[in-house]
């Protein structure tokens, strides 16, 4: 018994190429299913709608090319779309159910081409038009993803430039300047501070510094120096950026004058690096810089600074270095300690005598006697020095 040929199926590669042939109208039909189902690509201000209609009539015309068996899988159109799409920030999710949905619409349009009427052949091609979506969707994802890196590189590279752009003098490039200043969003008038921190174990990451900050309402910049980090703080009011230094552990931090416009940030930054610098090693909690003139002093005439330890301390610095040591710790909570000589003991747990005895042997190798208070200012002058200078007998 023959089967008339008007309730035959339509051949395979008749329904195909007839699928290709309408490319365009299938193109419009998903753009439209895309647009109504994900939001992303309703919001990416970047994608035009031009783009997204040719990444579908790319995908639709290379796939269909593909099932009908003329072209091998061509994934360059899924990689483009990737590409694109992390580019203009359409999420990965959103990417990969447009590609369900362009699988969906070449399968309705199959079964509604086909009258109806299934076939092995109709069976055997949905298996190969998902199988083929998850090839796109994989290519596409791995392009998604590689061009994600990328741009994450090339926005972390743009943000240290403006970042080491903000933290420079503004007079050698006052429009990258107030770029920055309008990158960060950085108020115009508030109360700021910049800090040296110096990179010890207590010292935190710049992330989490920020991330402390935020929370007590302080909003900051921050920059990775080799020794350290440099961050740029503000606040409405300058009472609030007092609190922020307790949020920043243990390490040495340097603090600039406080100021009230951007335009401050360069001297600042240079503030800042001398306040820290004025601290030495091993010493923690910060140094602001309008409270260590004589530090500052030293730090700013280094070749003085050394030829005054020598001159004042010379003797003591040519002792052994256990005996050294004893004696300039003393001086230094001696001084620490204003001049308390009992204060100065509690804080090393000596006897009164013993530091008494220490200063008293520091006078017979300087000559300096340490009551006098000119005697005394040359003896800190020397000790800062040596402190911050490392200065040795020479």
Same mark, same amino acid.
């Given at each position: 018994?023959?089967?008339?040929?008007?309730?035959?199926?339509?051949?395979?590669?008749?329904?195909?190429?007839?699928?290709?042939?309408?490319?365009?109208? /299938?193109?419009?039909? @998903?753009? =439209?299913?895309?647009? #109504?189902?994900?939001?992303?690509? !309703? %919001? &990416?201000?970047?994608?035009?709608?031009?783009?997204?209609?040719?990444?579908?009539?790319?995908?639709?015309?290379?796939?269909?090319?593909?099932?009908?068996?003329?072209?091998?899988?061509?994934?360059?159109?899924?990689?483009?779309?990737?590409?694109?799409?992390?580019?203009?920030?359409?999420?990965?999710?959103?990417?990969?159910?447009?590609?369900?949905?362009?699988?969906?619409?070449?399968?309705?349009?199959?079964?509604?081409?086909?009258?109806?009427?299934?076939?092995?052949?109709?069976?055997?091609?949905?298996?190969?038009?998902?199988?083929?979506?998850?090839?796109?969707?994989?290519?596409?994802?791995?392009?998604?993803?590689?061009?994600?890196?990328?741009?994450?590189?090339?926005?972390?590279?743009?943000?240290?430039? /403006?970042?080491?752009? @903000?933290? =420079?003098?503004?007079? #050698?490039?006052?429009?990258?300047? !107030? %770029? &920055?200043?309008?990158?960060?969003?950085?108020?115009?008038?508030?109360?700021?501070?910049?800090?040296?921190?110096?990179?010890?174990?207590?010292?935190?990451?710049?992330?989490?510094?920020?991330?402390?900050?935020?929370?007590?309402?302080?909003?900051?910049?921050?920059?990775?120096?080799?020794?350290?980090?440099?961050?740029?703080?503000?606040?409405?009011?300058?009472?609030?950026?007092?609190?922020?230094?307790?949020?920043?552990?243990?390490?040495?931090?340097?603090?600039?004058?406080?100021?009230?416009?951007?335009?401050?940030?360069?001297?600042?930054?240079?503030?800042?690096?001398?306040?820290?610098?004025?601290?030495?090693?091993?010493?923690?909690?910060?140094?602001?810089?309008?409270?260590?003139?004589?530090?500052?002093?030293?730090?700013?005439?280094?070749? =003085?600074?050394?030829? #005054?330890?020598?001159?004042?301390?010379?003797?003591?610095?040519?002792?052994?270095?256990?005996?050294?040591?004893?004696?300039?710790?003393?001086?230094?909570?001696?001084?620490?300690?204003?001049?308390?000589?009992?204060?100065?003991?509690?804080?090393?747990?000596?006897?009164?005598?013993?530091?008494?005895?220490?200063?008293?042997?520091?006078?017979?190798?300087?000559?300096?006697?340490?009551?006098?208070?000119?005697?005394?200012?040359?003896?800190?002058?020397?000790?800062?020095?040596?402190?911050?200078?490392?200065?040795?007998?020479?």
């Amino acid at each position: 018994m023959s089967v008339s040929p008007e309730l035959l199926p339509p051949a395979p590669t008749e329904l195909l190429h007839d699928m290709r042939a309408s490319v365009d109208d /299938l193109a419009d039909e @998903l753009v =439209a299913r895309i647009v #109504a189902a994900e939001q992303d690509y !309703a %919001d &990416a201000s970047l994608l035009t709608p031009e783009q997204l209609r040719f990444a579908c009539w790319d995908n639709l015309s290379s796939m269909l090319a593909n099932l009908d068996g003329s072209e091998p899988v061509r994934l360059e159109s899924a990689r483009t779309a990737g590409r694109m799409k992390a580019e203009q920030g359409v999420s990965l999710a959103a990417l990969l159910h447009a590609f369900r949905l362009g699988g969906r619409l070449i399968w309705e349009e199959l079964t509604v081409r086909s009258d109806g009427r299934a076939s092995q052949w109709l069976l055997d091609m949905a298996a190969q038009v998902w199988a083929l979506v998850d090839v796109y969707s994989d290519a596409a994802a791995d392009a998604y993803r590689e061009a994600a890196d990328r741009r994450a590189r090339e926005d972390v590279e743009a943000s240290r430039r /403006l970042i080491r752009t @903000l933290f =420079a003098d503004s007079s #050698a490039n006052p429009a990258g300047t !107030a %770029d &920055a200043v309008r990158a960060f969003r950085i108020p115009e008038r508030a109360a700021f501070l910049v800090v040296s921190v110096r990179d010890s174990t207590s010292c935190p990451s710049a992330d989490t510094l920020r991330s402390r900050l935020t929370g007590i309402g302080i909003d900051s910049v921050w920059d990775t120096e080799v020794d350290g980090l440099l961050g740029l703080l503000w606040a409405p009011a300058e009472e609030a950026l007092d609190a922020a230094l307790s949020e920043m552990g243990g390490a040495a931090i340097g603090v600039s004058r406080g100021f009230g416009r951007p335009g401050g940030i360069g001297e600042a930054v240079e503030q800042a690096r001398q306040a820290r610098s004025c601290a030495p090693d091993g010493v923690g909690g910060p140094t602001r810089f309008d409270s260590v003139p004589v530090p500052l002093l030293v730090i700013r005439q280094p070749d =003085a600074g050394k030829l #005054a330890a020598r001159q004042v301390l010379g003797p003591v610095l040519a002792l052994p270095l256990e005996e050294q040591h004893h004696l300039l710790t003393t001086l230094d909570a001696w001084f620490a300690a204003r001049g308390s000589t009992a204060a100065a003991a509690a804080k090393l747990h000596y006897h009164r005598n013993t530091v008494l005895y220490r200063l008293r042997r520091i006078q017979e190798l300087t000559g300096r006697d340490f009551v006098d208070p000119v005697h005394a200012a040359e003896l800190y002058v020397g000790l800062c020095a040596h402190r911050l200078l490392g200065t040795g007998q020479e």
